[in-house]
T-cell receptor
Framework: DGGITQSPKYLFRKEGQNVTLSCEQN?????MYWYRQDPGQGLRLIYY???????QKGDIAEGYSVSREKKESFPLTVTSAQKNPTAFYLC????????????FGQGTRLTVV | QQQVKQSPQSLIVQKGGISIINCAYE??????FPWYQQFPGKGPALLIA?????SEKKEGRFTISFNKSAKQFSLHIMDSQPGDSATYFC??????????FGKGTKLTVNP
């Protein structure tokens, strides 16, 4: 089945540690995105990438880093510099070049303990 | 700057009623307007979408109404059911630009 796979579903991190969230897609989409979701805040864009080895900051990139070494993969690292990392993180992908839908993964819930 | 404004933030309707969620946009270059449905603990999924060459699109109990001159579009859920209880997001995009999302509406349908 084609789709986006995020792992793990739940993640616990000690304060001061970096943690990496995985996102893999087999839809052959060029564009991939990371969003953060907090209650009442909607979807806030962290980073996005439209091509391998290139990515752009979104609205709330501070404390996060990404890489895009392969078309299928777009991992997100939550660094110790992110002051309030506990949130629900969503990865998405889409075709570029024309307006069309974005497909979302099932999300990773990160909790800092 | 929020480019898509969504209201209300939360909505409670009775089973069988009509749920209406509204969105307004600023960028006249937007040419794609989707609605996403998200259940708790899950990722959003596309529900229905419209392009500005039509004023209305219906899929089952879900209808998008689009008013290009007012730069507004809305989602109507007819005969609302408890299973429709979810968070709904409107969005907009143009060309190769990324989707811009509204802040979401939490819909509760009481039995």
């Amino acid at each position: 089945d084609g789709g986006i796979t995020q792992s793990p579903k739940y993640l616990f991190r000690k304060e001061g540690q970096n943690v990496t969230l995985s996102c893999e897609q087999n839809l052959n989409h060029d564009a991939m995105y990371w969003y953060r979701q907090d209650p009442g805040q909607g979807l806030r864009l962290i980073y996005y990438s439209q091509i391998v080895n290139d990515f752009q900051k979104g609205d709330i990139a501070e404390g996060y880093s990404v890489s895009r070494e392969k078309k299928e993969s777009f991992p997100l690292t939550v660094t110790s510099a992110q002051k309030n990392p506990t949130a629900f993180y969503l990865c998405a992908s889409s075709i570029i070049g024309r307006s069309t839908e974005a497909f979302f993964g099932q999300g990773t819930r990160l909790t800092v303990v | 700057q929020q480019q898509v404004k969504q209201s209300p933030q939360s909505l409670i309707v009775q089973k069988g009623g009509i749920s209406i969620i509204n969105c307004a946009y600023e960028n006249t270059a937007f040419d794609y307007f989707p609605w996403y449905q998200q259940f708790p603990g899950k990722g959003p999924a596309l529900l229905i979408a419209i392009r500005p060459d039509v004023s209305e699109k219906k899929e089952g109990r879900f209808t998008i109404s689009f008013n290009k001159s007012a730069k507004q579009f809305s989602l109507h859920i007819m005969d609302s059911q408890p299973g429709d209880s979810a968070t709904y997001f409107c969005a907009a995009s143009s060309g190769s630009e990324k989707l811009v999302f509204g802040k979401g509406t939490k819909l509760t349908v009481n039995p």
